[in-house]
Nanobody, 120 residues
Framework: QVQLVESGGGMVQPGGSLRLSCAASGFSVRHYDMSWVRQTPGQGPEWVSGIKFGGATSYADSVKGRFTISRDNAKNTLYLQMNSLKPEDTALYYC??????????????WGQGTQVTVSA
């Protein structure tokens, strides 16, 4: 059974950092393209970052230079290191199996999400 479980969200002040984790089971993250997607109430989902099974990474312009996606194959876990956080980064963050653009509208491939709130 494929399962994705996110953790690491929380409340942080602007300029702060958080590291999100996504523990995968039922498949190996190293064999799939993986993504992070975020969503705020009333807004459509936004692709944030992705890592190809070969290791290549990519980022939305809004987070480039601030966020870093990585994975630990031994732990079968995906990460998102978020630095220099801004209030506009506030959202529910989902780990997802797949690559953009398909993954953005394929909720069946997402985890349950972890809330990130950036506020003074």
């Amino acid at each position: 059974q494929v399962q994705l479980v996110e953790s690491g969200g929380g409340m942080v002040q602007p300029g702060g950092s958080l590291r999100l984790s996504c523990a995968a089971s039922g498949f190996s993250v190293r064999h799939y393209d993986m993504s992070w997607v975020r969503q705020t109430p009333g807004q459509g989902p936004e692709w944030v970052s992705g890592i190809k099974f070969g290791g290549a990474t990519s980022y939305a312009d809004s987070v480039k230079g601030r966020f870093t996606i990585s994975r630990d194959n031994a732990k079968n876990t995906l990460y998102l290191q978020m630095n220099s956080l801004k209030p506009e980064d506030t959202a529910l963050y989902y780990c997802a199996r797949g690559a953009r653009p398909v993954v953005v509208n394929n909720r069946g491939s997402w985890g349950q999400g972890t809330q990130v709130t950036v506020s003074a």
